[in-house]
């Protein structure tokens, strides 16, 4: 493993876990949900961690987002420690370069789909710079539901607002959190196909904790964790191979 | 079911808490209020039974009356009830009128219990005053006098020491030959005494050679009752021997009687209180059954029936009421002794005495919790048992939007009703008995209006909100649309608070427009430069003062008018005595003739004559020395000094001859009236109980009684705010909880928790506001309608005390602020990650 010191890796690495523990609880209930990790997210690249329940995936995402604290090691989003700043840092951190998508309850059910697109923005006291939202909106084919509340919405629907909102402030970095995990396929592959589109033609960097073999076909990279330990990295997925690697894991 | 009630109970304890608090103070008023009264009737019992223990049968005047004007006889009477056979002892006393004085000149008490003088008697068996050793003696020559050791202690007086006591003929100075106690109380029931010598005492009290009473101790053996039948025969006409148990008995009555007012107005406050409970109640129940649908839905789909679904809402809702009731007999406790220590600030001294305990306090403070809190839970009992088993399986996190129709038509029929009723009782004369339909009109109105405020709730929290998206960004819109997105909810809260500021509201606009009309009428009604009153409500004006200042060359006219209660028709009324000549010159009652047609008739208010009152009409007038029948020979409007009028010549068959409650004065044509006024105090330097006020002082004066009246009103209010606060804090602390996510994922995507706080308090504010201004606007309605119909009364002007009504807005913003505290905590300490996992 390099360690990040020169710009160029700066430039290069989006985000980065330096021998991350995490253990829930303590003494004879404790588990040990992330066992010293080392990880470095390419800029520009769509990741994807798999591994069977209880592996540490979404304990990952958590950590490298800042949801949530390591006992030991680091977190590096671009060239700011994570792991370093307090809870008030951390919110701006959030807010103005991190974009999320959740599994459910996304959107907040009093403001409009427009209104939880530019939330992160608003939040910032910012407005959404016009253009882009028009094109994020377009591209996801929200446009004719802008006005409407999220209980007014399919649930394909709801996610894509998410990941409009993941994406409204061009943020540094999206973690999407089974962002497909409540959807029929046909409307779960329609969202992975935009996060595709994002990656590809304004290189967002995407991380992206999933369990669904065909969803993680859609990423670059795949990480796979058992255990809370990185067991196996995969270039270019594809479903069927993804299926084969998971059932050696016993997922 | 019940397992599983009494589960969710332990599960949520802290909404309980919430919850049994709101019902538990509600409760600990109605305890507190029998504690307290309770308590004072078993000390004033024991008190007077001890006092008159030892008087076995005493003579008085027949129908005595309170005070100065009590009748007195001749003391010859003494001789021949001493010869009675089965009298041991005879001992006459002589009561008066006694002002003790501090040093430096002020009256000592007078305001509350009365000031009293009397005799001293060297027979202790029939006293309970007692002369503890080292207290001093008796009083037995001129210049002496005994107190009551309250008194003492409370002026820093001792034996030896001088003391000026004023009477109605002027001040003298004694010196402290004893100080007299009851047992373990210092003075009786807060009334101070001066005792002085039987001689001095009927000097004093102008009464010499005669006698205010007689007290009989029987010999050995002798019949109580039968000794006054025996000595009631030998006494003149005007005269009664009664018992000492009589005696008793009509004195407690005479408390009982007074003490049941204040218990009245003492648990109509507590109705207050136990009604703003109920919203919470009703409110909490609502709110946790929705958030419960899930779970009771899945009850039904395994086989639970709709009435034990219901039962386990009642089970809960019985344990909540029961504890929360326990809980506020506990408080009464302390309400009580809250009550005791606020009538001792105002200057009603109770006796002290251990706090008493009847059964019959615990059964009704239960009673009213556990009733109160299952008649609030009827509909939220009635919505759980309707959610259907399908309920389960469907997304619990969309809510369905039910029409708030159902709600438009019982809030109007409702409100309807009660001004229906409002506008009937007000139609007519306003009487004592009036009130009870306008407090029920009043109350459909209140719950109308609660019910109609769910669908004002969401305009409002759009208009009272508008600046908050503009101020704080996504926490001010968050904050606006929260509190739109459940109106019902919202309503129901802002009704609590609302109950409490109408009626706050309600009283500060009477107050303001009581001081108003006063202050108008003493403008329109009074030529009079100055009234003259005794500071002390016992007594009327001195005659000694009054016949000193008529001969004053400043003054030009003095206008003596007495008052006394008289039954016209059958109705105690009260009633100035005036003199028809000279009354015009001093006082315009706005008659519809000359007051000189008066003749030996009666003139009569306009109220009268709207309850169906005619001039020419004949009433029936029953006084203490007679009845007769009076013509109504006119009508008045301005009620300033009295709602009936006769003449001194018709009054001198009905009542006894007493002093003036009040003289006019009008100063001499050229005459300055600092300078009248300068001459009046010099004489009044002797009688310390003269006041001599102008116009503006007496309205000033009514305004510091109207603000003192005010100010307890409103302190017994403050309960029910209090309580509606606890509401707001509760319902925002149960909607914090259901949004556990949504608060999650704001703070997922940036919200600070600053922010977080910023919006629950901010949606706090908002509900209070509504609630504050339905309130506000339901007192000023409710208050006009009143003075409007009281306009009769002497309410000439309706005043709006704009700067009261402001600070309520503002104060009841603040008190948002305060119930939010919580609540936006534990909003802002949210863990994001719990918040957003997935199930």
């Keep these: 493993m390099t360690t990040v010191t020169t710009t160029e890796a700066v430039r290069t690495i989006a985000a980065a876990m330096r021998a991350g523990r995490k253990i829930y609880g303590s003494g004879e209930n404790a588990v040990t949900a992330l066992r010293d990790i080392d990880i470095e997210i390419r800029r520009g690249e769509f990741t994807a961690i798999m591994g069977p329940s209880g592996s540490g995936k979404s304990t990952l995402l958590h950590t490298l987002a800042g949801l949530d604290t390591l006992n030991s090691g680091k977190v590096f ?27 459910t309850f996304n959107l907040v059910p009093t403001l409009t789909a427009a209104e939880n697109i530019a939330l992160p923005l608003t939040i910032a006291r910012r407005r959404p710079d016009p253009e882009w939202f028009d094109f994020v909106v377009a591209t996801l084919g929200l446009g004719d539901r802008l006005d409407h509340l999220p209980g007014e919405l399919s649930g394909g629907q709801q996610q894509r607002v998410a990941a409009a909102r993941a994406l409204i402030s061009r943020p540094e970095m999206v973690f999407a959190d089974e962002p497909s995990g409540n959807l029929d396929s046909k409307a779960g592959g329609e969202l992975l196909a935009f996060m595709r589109r994002a990656v590809q033609e304004f290189g967002q960097t995407i991380v992206m904790v999933t369990h669904d073999p065909s969803a993680a076909a859609h990423a670059d990279r795949i990480v796979f964790l058992d255990d809370g330990m990185i067991v196996d990295e995969m270039i270019a997925p594809t479903a069927t191979r993804v299926l084969d690697r998971m059932k050696t894991l016993g997922a | 079911m019940l397992r599983v009630a009494l589960k969710g109970i332990a599960h949520h304890k802290m909404r309980l808490v919430l919850t049994a608090m709101s019902i538990a103070l509600g409760v600990s008023f109605v305890a507190g209020t029998f504690i307290f009264t309770d308590t004072i009737d078993n000390t004033f019992t024991t008190l007077f039974t001890d006092v008159y223990s030892g008087v076995d049968v005493s003579v008085r005047a027949a129908k005595p009356e309170m005070g100065a004007a009590a009748g007195t006889f001749d003391e010859s009477v003494l001789a021949g009830v001493a010869k009675v056979p089965g009298v041991d002892r005879a001992v006459p006393s002589a009561d008066g009128f006694a002002q003790l004085l501090t040093r430096d000149g002020k009256p000592i008490g007078g305001q509350g219990p009365p000031t009293i003088g009397t005799s001293w008697s060297d027979e202790p068996a029939m006293s309970a005053a007692r002369i503890e050793p080292g207290n001093g003696r008796g009083a037995r020559a001129p210049g002496e006098v005994v107190i009551d050791a309250g008194t003492a202690k409370a002026q820093k007086f001792a034996v030896g020491d001088p003391i000026d006591i004023a009477f109605q003929s002027g001040k003298e100075t004694f010196t402290i030959v004893g100080i007299v106690s009851f047992g373990s109380a210092d003075n009786l029931a807060g009334a101070t005494l001066a005792i002085f010598d039987l001689k001095e005492a009927q000097r004093l009290f102008g009464m010499p050679g005669k006698l205010s009473g007689i007290s009989i101790a029987a010999a050995h053996g002798v019949d109580r009752t039968q000794l006054a039948t025996a000595v009631s025969a030998t006494l003149p006409a005007g005269l009664e021997a009664v018992t000492g148990n009589q005696q008793t008995k009509e004195t407690l009555d005479q408390i009982t009687t007074a003490m049941g007012f204040i218990s009245t107005a003492l648990l109509a406050f507590a109705a207050v209180a136990v009604l703003v409970g109920a919203f919470i ?80 306090t615990v059964l009704v403070a239960l009673a009213v919790g556990l009733v109160v809190t299952l008649l609030s839970v009827v509909l939220p009992a009635r919505r759980a048992a309707g959610v259907a088993p399908m309920a389960a399986l469907r997304d619990a996190e969309t809510t369905q939007r039910r029409s708030l ?56 929290a759009r208009f009272l909100g508008w600046p908050l998206p503009k101020m704080f960004g996504v926490p001010g819109a968050l904050a606006q649309s929260n509190t739109a997105r459940t109106p019902r909810r919202t309503a129901s809260t802002a009704s609590a608070l609302m109950i409490g500021l109408a009626l706050v509201t309600f009283v500060a606009m009477f107050a303001q427009s009581m001081k108003t009309s006063v202050d108008d009428r003493l403008a329109a009604s009074f030529p009079a430069d100055f009234s ?136 001499a044509k050229g005459a300055a009236p600092a300078d009248a006024r300068t001459a009046m105090n010099a004489i009044g330097a002797s009688f310390p109980t003269i006041k001599v006020q102008d116009a503006s002082e007496v309205a000033a004066e009514v305004g510091t009684q109207v603000d003192q009246m005010l100010a307890l009103f409103q302190g017994l209010l403050l309960l029910a705010i209090i309580i509606a606060i606890l509401g707001v804090a509760n319902t925002l602390a149960l909607s914090v909880a259901e949004r556990t996510r949504e608060l999650g994922l704001l703070r997922a995507v940036g919200m600070s928790r600053i922010q977080v706080r910023r919006m629950v308090r901010w949606e706090a504010v908002l509900i209070a506001a509504f609630g504050a201004l339905l309130g506000i606007a339901l007192g000023i309605s409710l208050a006009w309608a009143v003075l409007k119909a009281m306009a009769d009364q002497g309410i000439t002007t309706i005043g709006i005390p704009y700067a009261s009504i402001a600070l309520y807005l503002v104060l009841a913003g603040l008190a948002g602020v305060v119930a939010a505290i919580g609540p936006a905590r534990r909003a802002s300490r949210i863990d994001i990650l719990t918040a957003i996992a997935t199930e």
């Design chain 1, 77 to 103: 989003l671009g060239d700011i420690e994570l792991t370093a700043l307090n809870e008030r840092q951390l919110t701006r951190v959030r807010r103005d370069r991190i974009g999320f998508i959740f599994q």
């Design chain 2, 405 to 460: 129709r159902g709600r438009a038509i019982v809030g109007s029929v409702l409100t309807g009703l009660g001004a229906g009723v409002l506008a009937l009782a007000l139609s007519g004369h306003v009487t004592n008995q009036t009130l009870g339909v306008v407090a029920a009109g009043a109350l459909s109105v209140f719950l109308g209006v609660s019910v109609l405020a769910a669908i004002a709730a969401r305009p409002a």
């Design chain 2, 532 to 667: 003259i009153q005794s500071s002390n409500q016992q007594v009327g004006v001195s005659q000694e003062y009054l016949a000193k200042v008529t001969a004053l060359p400043q003054l030009g006219i003095v206008v003596p008018v007495g008052m006394t209660t008289l039954s016209i028709n059958g109705h105690d009324s009260l009633v100035s005595i005036i003199d028809p000549a000279t009354i015009e010159q001093v006082y315009d009652m706005k008659a519809d003739r000359r007051v000189s047609e008066l003749g030996s008739g009666i003139f009569v208010n306009e109220g009268a004559i709207k309850g169906g009152m005619r001039v020419g009409d004949s009433v029936t007038v029953k006084g203490d020395l007679g009845e007769t029948t009076l013509k109504v020979t006119g009508a008045f409007k301005d009620e300033t000094v009295g709602s009936y009028f006769i003449s001194e010549q018709t009054a001198t068959g009905l009542v006894r001859p007493a002093e003036p409650r009040v003289a006019l004065v009008k100063v």
């Design chain 2, 281 to 360: 109640i009703q409110n909490t129940f609502r709110i946790t059954v929705a958030q419960r649908t899930r779970e009771i839905a899945l009850l039904r789909a395994i086989g639970a029936s709709d009435r034990q679904v219901t039962a386990m809402v009642v089970i809960e809702a019985a344990v909540v009421g029961l504890i929360a009731s326990v809980a506020g007999v506990g408080l009464g406790v302390l309400i009580a002794l809250g009550i005791r220590g606020g009538m001792d600030a105002v200057g009603v001294g109770l006796p002290g005495g251990s706090l008493v305990f009847e059964p019959r």
